[in-house]
T-cell receptor, first 116, second 112 residues
Framework: GAGVSQSPSNKVTEKGKDVELRCDPI?????LYWYRQSLGQGLEFLIY????????KSGLPSDRFSAERTGGSVSTLTIQRTQQEDSAVYLC??????????????FGPGTRLTVL | TQLLEQSPQFLSIQEGENLTVYCNSS?????LQWYRQEPGEGPVLLVT?????EVKKLKRLTFQFGDARKDSSLHITAAQPGDTGLYLC????????????FGQGTILTVHP
């Protein structure tokens, strides 16, 4: 398909384990974003990439969270030593460019992370 | 830090009723977007408003951007069960280049 894809769709892990979440953006989109969403709530910005660089990492909650993007395409969000408060839906989005005005972001279906 | 206050958080109405969702901030945004999200899916963009005072209509949905570009509203006329979902406003620009600042969302339920 031509949309943003994320894997896995669901992830259940035990407290203290590391997890990796993957995002495949729309082909040709230079910008990629990670957000976190608690049940029925708004989205909390985590980090965005312009190409392979991350100009804004200000939303990462702690140093247990990291993300990388390779080849200007696929991105991986890694959470180390997971805690129960990390449980949420992690959404990835991509956009053609980064800008103030024309910044339509296309979202993937998300990865639901549950930390037991 | 830029914040967007969205209200109401929950809205439960009967089919055919009108409703308005509000999005307010003390910060100026370059543009304001409205998204709709259904369970198990990511948000989907409905509209982007850019100019202060701008009004956009999308069938039964009317979106307005405040003159000062600090607030916005979404009005739905004659709501239908198919309008049920989570509505999110998101601001772009200001001190938040690149990322979107989202409101807390409004969960709308339209009963037949």
């Amino acid at each position: 398909g031509a949309g943003v894809s994320q894997s896995p769709s669901n992830k259940v892990t035990e407290k203290g384990k590391d997890v990796e979440l993957r995002c495949d953006p729309i082909s040709g989109h230079t910008a990629l974003y990670w957000y976190r969403q608690s049940l029925g709530q708004g989205l909390e910005f985590l980090i965005y990439f312009q190409g392979n660089s991350a100009p804004d990492k200000s939303g990462l909650p702690s140093d247990r969270f990291s993300a990388e993007r390779t080849g200007g395409s696929v991105s991986t969000l890694t959470i180390q030593r997971t805690q129960q408060e990390d449980s949420a839906v992690y959404l990835c989005a991509s956009s053609l460019i980064v800008g103030y005005l024309d910044n339509e972001q296309f979202f993937g279906p998300g990865t639901r992370l549950t930390v037991l | 830090t830029q914040l967007l206050e969205q209200s109401p958080q929950f809205l439960s109405i009967q089919e055919g009723e009108n409703l308005t969702v509000y999005c307010n901030s003390s910060s100026v945004f370059s543009s304001l977007q409205w998204y709709r999200q259904e369970p198990g899916e990511g948000p989907v963009l409905l509209v982007t408003v850019v100019t202060g005072g701008e009004v956009k209509k999308l069938k039964r949905l009317t979106f307005q951007f405040g003159d000062a570009r600090k607030d916005s509203s979404l009005h739905i006329t004659a709501a239908q069960p198919g309008d049920t979902g989570l509505y999110l406003c998101a601001g772009a620009g200001g001190t938040s280049y690149g990322k979107l600042t989202f409101g807390q969302g409004t969960i709308l339920t339209v009963h037949p």
